[in-house]
């Protein structure tokens, strides 16, 4: 655990724009790598990574009130230009913070992340900014002394997902993939390929987690939710074994998700989740 040192260097931020502002505390992960973590467990965590030749930053949460929070953190350790933005995915409090960065020389997203972004911003009728660079698998960043590999492991969280590693400093950022605590959102999710993904995850030779939600953490984050999801997974299967209609499948698989998870934040959202996993498997059985 040689760097697996979290330094929380005391700033708890207050969002001070209204009901939908979340509450935010800045950790430093690794030397020179901020995550500001969502304390509420509504919000995404936005990281950034302090170089010689500029910032990245890795999400920008949920309106431009948040992520001004996030560039005053930025100022507080450097005076660099935010070069580099990247979107995990399209949710709202991944990206709605972008605008406040539009100077980066290049925000990027996955090409189906970007596609929904655009989509979803023209059906809400929302401003956005959207990224300026796309890929479709992998693409490889460099900047000071960092090299980042950004992954597309497939559908996942959501079908336009990416993963962040670091092979010389054995980080993972995670985007949506990975919630340290939460009950997930599977609104936008495939669970069968979300499990692989994890399990590509496991894999890598990594020692920090930095979740998309929830405190900052080790390799057993990435084991913890891809649990979560297989338990959710063959507990649905069982009950479509034995013939189940949809409430009743709800009620016995919460019932048995409770015994290990109601000490996670937000256990409202399993109902859904039972709901998105039963669709996936009676689809998948034809029925
Ligand atoms: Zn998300």
Redesign the pocket.
């Known amino acids: 655990m040689r760097f697996f040192k979290f330094l929380c260097v005391g700033i708890l931020v207050w969002m001070n724009s209204a009901a939908l502002a979340q509450e935010a505390k800045l950790t430093e992960a690794l030397p020179n790598i901020y995550c500001m973590v969502d304390t509420t467990g509504n919000g995404?965590n936005a990281t950034f990574i302090t170089t010689k030749e500029g910032v990245i930053v890795i999400d920008t949460r949920g309106n431009n009130s948040e992520a001004g929070e996030v560039l005053k953190a930025i100022r507080k350790v450097t005076d660099q230009p935010v070069v580099y933005v990247v979107n995990s995915?399209f949710?709202n409090?991944?990206i709605s913070g972008n605008g406040v960065f539009k100077s980066a020389r290049t925000i990027i997203a996955q090409k189906r992340a970007l596609a929904m972004t655009v989509l979803e911003a023209a059906r809400e009728k929302r401003k956005v900014t959207p990224a300026n660079l796309a890929f479709d698998k992998k693409l490889e960043l460099k900047l000071g002394k960092y090299h980042l590999k950004l992954i597309h492991p497939g559908p996942a969280?959501?079908d336009g997902d990416l993963y962040i590693y670091v092979p010389k400093w054995r980080i993972i950022f995670t985007g949506?993939m990975v919630y340290n605590g939460i009950i997930p959102?599977l609104g936008d999710s495939n669970i069968e390929s979300w499990i692989d993904a994890l399990r590509e995850m496991e894999d890598l030779d990594a020692e920090v987690i930095v979740p998309?939600h929830g405190s900052v953490g080790g390799k057993p984050l990435v084991t913890q939710m891809k649990h979560y999801l297989m338990e959710l997974k063959r507990f649905v299967n069982d009950a479509l074994d034995d013939q189940k209609n949809l409430p009743e499948t709800i009620e016995i698989v919460k019932a048995k998700l409770k015994m290990k998870y109601s000490g996670w934040k937000h256990f409202d959202r399993v109902d859904e989740n039972v709901v998105r996993a039963y669709v996936e498997y009676s689809a998948k059985r034809g029925t």
């Open positions: 995404a995915h949710h409090e991944n969280h959501t949506g959102f998309g």
